[in-house]
């Protein structure tokens, strides 16, 4: 470990990862001096083709719908703003904790989970599409930017806590990786954080753009999401001359983070103490997670999400994006895997050595990949240039 690693970590808690106690990388590289391992790894993962690509992913609405809304990459930042805050309280790694949170999403594929969804239809006699799965393929294999190696080389433990969701079929090839997902365990506390604060960041700003679209209102979250008419109160009686405008939604919303910040902190503190973890393997083998809300936060959580999934995500306009989305996406797949001669360059020599070596299974993963990477602009235009007679390509 290095001078610099040893002393941005020398006050953390004895269950967080640690450079010293680093499991490697696929590639054995030599120490950074002026940062330690995990910085490198949030370095490289900014500084990725697939994370600038985030900015025109969908989260709930789709890119061209206004310059307002969440984005992938936008959801990122705030992911990792979360669980950095929490990781400093707690005393655990930040710096691995914020590269988690800022890869965890790079798998995803346009129009969010609605294109998901249409990719793992296309992809069901292949052995289907995880965009989890998907985001370790980019960090291990996808980005092409240093000379020694494909992908970012990242560190175990960083790999270990962007799988956050793996099937059995698909952890049998992932080495020790993929372990827990076949014997059972635990991620470390940090990929623990990382997913809570996952879930903290869209529950909360869904409801930022959902009220911001029009397609949810005030009155219908104070009568169905107690956790919010709670707090709409709070701000209420603090400013009772603030009108129900930005800036109240804005006050309530920070305010339900806070909240569910601080007993994500109490909760976890106590778990974490009851359970006199030495060192972050005596976590990876307890039986469940240590980073958790209290039962009656959890269940306010679920009460949201109820509401946000019966009002936002199933609103008829969302749906109807939706579908439009999953249809570019299977247009597209069922093209390429057709005649892949109408790939890109590069793509098209990938797929001709991966049919060579895997048959069509190998032709199917490598039109996933690229269509995968797509930003919703590019497959909406990539579509019309392949089925518009009329859309020229560009040169």
Known sequence: MTPMAEHLEAHLAPFACTAQGMRGRRYDEPSPNHRTPFQRDRDRIIHSTAFRRLEYKTQVFVNHEGDHYRTRLTHSLEVGQIARSVAGVLRLNEDLVEAIALA???????????????????????????????????????????????????????????????????????????????EGGQPPVEAQLANIADEIAYNNHDIDDGLRSGLITLEQLCSEVPLFRETLDSVRAAYPDLKADRRAIH?????????????????????????????????????????????????????????????????????????????????????????????????????????????????????????????????????????????????
Not at 282 to 293: C, G, K, N
Not at 358 to 364: C, I, N, P, V, W
């Open 104 to 182: 965890h999403d790079l798998g995803h594929t346009p129009f969010g989970h609605a294109g998901q969804t249409a990719l793992n239809r296309c992809m069901s006699d292949y052995g289907g599409f995880e965009h989890n799965h998907q985001s370790l393929r980019v960090v291990d294999h996808l980005e092409q930017r240093y000379a020694e190696f494909d992908g970012l080389n990242l560190a175990f433990e960083t790999r270990e806590g962007i799988l956050k969701h793996c099937s059995r079929r698909r952890a049998e090839g992932l080495g020790e990786v993929g372990r827990r997902f076949l």
């Open 251 to 395: 006050e309530t919303i920070r305010r339900l983070i806070d909240r569910q910040v601080s007993d994500l902190v109490a909760n976890t503190s106590h778990c974490l103490e009851a359970g006199g973890y030495a060192e972050p393997d005596e976590v990876r083998a307890a039986t469940e997670p240590v980073v958790a809300f209290s039962p009656a936060m959890a269940e306010a959580n679920r009460e949201l999400k109820r509401f946000l999934h019966r009002e936002l995500y199933r609103h008829y306009r969302v749906m109807r994006m939706a579908r439009k989305g999953g249809k570019v996406v299977e247009d597209l797949f069922n093209a390429f895997l057709a005649d892949p001669v109408i790939l890109p360059t590069d793509f098209r020599q990938r797929s001709e050595q991966a049919q060579a070596e895997s048959g069509r299974q190998g032709l199917a993963t490598v039109v996933a990949d690229y269509i995968a990477g797509m930003t919703d602009r590019f497959a909406i235009h990539e579509h019309d240039r392949i089925f518009n007679p009329g859309s020229v390509s560009p040169r």
